[in-house]
C-alpha cells in the first residue's frame, strides 16, 4: 500500500453517515485507490478513451428534497448505487471518500473532482450494510433494480 492508500478506515455505516454530516462536498470513489488515482490525476472516459479534466466520484452530501430523513439511509443510498463496481471493474476495486474541487461532470453526468484529498477507505461490511438497509426499504420505495436494455 502506498501512502495516499495507507488511509483511516470507516467500518460502520453510522460512522460514515456522522462524516457526512460533519462535512460538506464529500465524494465517493470506486476505485483501487487514491495511490493509483492521484498518480493518473484524471480518470478516462471507458467509450471514447477521452482524459477527463478530474476523477470521478459520486457526491454524498445529502440533497435538501431528502429534507428530514435519515443520513444513514442517505449514506446507505449512495453506496448502493455503485456497489456493482467492484463485480465490474474486477479485483482490488473498493470505495473510498474524498474531497476535492468539481471540475465538470463525465458520460454518466457524475462529478469530476480534482484537487482530491483522500480522507478515508469504506470497509466491505459498510457496504453489506447498504445494501440490507435499501433493501429494507423496498416495499415504500418502490424496486430498485436496473433492468433491461
Sequence with gaps: MSGADDLPVMSTLAEAARLVERHQGLYV???????????????????TGVPMPGLSANPLDVEKWWEDRSVELWVARRLYDYAHLPHDKGPGVRPWVLRGREMGRGPDNEPLVAEVEPLCWIADEVIDVARDAVARQEREWGTLRRGGR
Excluded at 31 to 47: F, H, N
Design 29 to 47: 470513489r470506486w476505485s483501487k485507490g487514491p495511490g493509483t488515482d492521484l498518480d493518473a490525476a484524471s480518470s478516462i472516459d471507458e467509450l
